[in-house]
């Protein structure tokens, strides 16, 4: 599958999903606009006090991330490869009142649009089983970030991605040794929704993640493990204190969640 082929059909994927995102009670945009926060206490605690830092947000969907970094008094750009998702970003911000810039590409295309680095380049949660590539998604971390930024990175572990759907048993591989091509009814955030479409995605083992950053020039300062995902966006899961789901059948006898924070060495 060539670049332009996976590129379009997951852009056509999360158009799909955008609108029937912004309707879910999973993202709750009635209560965002009103000021709840979407950041979770994992990132949170690795961002720490970010007033006046300049954030580089990747793959940031419709700007819920985006925008609560920005509340917090970070100056955000958000990144995104659907073009119905930063429309929506853009919406968001103005009913929010919230300066923040939103581009609309590919990030490995990212260079085309801004030249300038960060204090923090910040992404979350489902994102690089987008990507195939973690060698370039490492050089892209670096080449945004200043002297000494750090990127802050938060996602779920590649073991839940070894199931099925179901959690019933192993139909994927741990290591990136394919694309994986499937077609989705419905969406992690409304299962419901009436949208029927075909998206790729890519296995990234943690070796995989980690040498990527540490073949370019990052250094690892903060690396932790989660039993748990803040995000009830999985099949037959359970909530086992407020904020924190788990697998049901599973419990806490598999990672859910892994976290880092990285530091840029030198320029």
């Not at 059909?9 to 029937?20: L, P, Y």
């Not at 204090?119 to 200043?146: E, H, N």
């Amino acid at each position: 599958m060539g670049a332009a082929d996976y590129i379009e059909i997951n852009r056509e994927s999360w158009n799909r999903r955008t609108e029937a995102h912004l309707q879910s009670a999973f993202y709750d945009v009635e209560g965002f606009v009103k000021g709840k926060s979407s950041l979770c206490p994992i990132e949170l605690g690795l961002l720490g006090d970010i007033a006046g830092k300049k954030i580089l947000h990747l793959q940031c969907h419709f700007g819920q991330d985006t925008i609560s970094l920005a509340r917090l008094g970070a100056i955000c750009t958000g990144v995104d490869l659907s073009d119905k998702a930063i429309a929506s970003a853009n919406d968001l911000a103005v009913k929010t009142n919230t300066a923040v810039r939103f581009i609309c590409c590919n990030i490995y295309d990212l260079s085309q649009h801004i030249d300038e680095t960060f204090d923090i380049v910040f992404t979350s949660y489902g994102v690089i089983g987008w990507l195939p590539d973690m060698q370039q998604w490492g050089a892209l971390i670096s080449r945004y970030l200043k002297r000494g930024g750090q990127l802050i990175f938060a996602e779920f572990h590649p073991v839940v991605w070894m199931f099925d759907d179901h959690f019933e048993k192993i139909g994927y591989s741990y290591f990136n040794t394919a694309p994986i091509i499937e077609t989705e009814s419905g969406t992690y955030a409304d299962r419901q929704a009436p949208i029927t479409g075909e998206y790729v995605t890519w296995n990234h083992s943690l070796g995989d993640v980690l040498t990527a950053l540490l073949s370019n020039g990052l250094e690892l300062k903060e690396f932790q493990e989660y039993d748990y995902s803040p995000h009830n966006c999985f099949l037959h899961t359970k909530e086992t204190t407020p904020g924190r789901y788990v697998i049901d059948k599973l419990g806490n006898k598999i990672p859910m969640v892994y976290a880092l924070r990285a530091e840029k060495l030198c320029q």
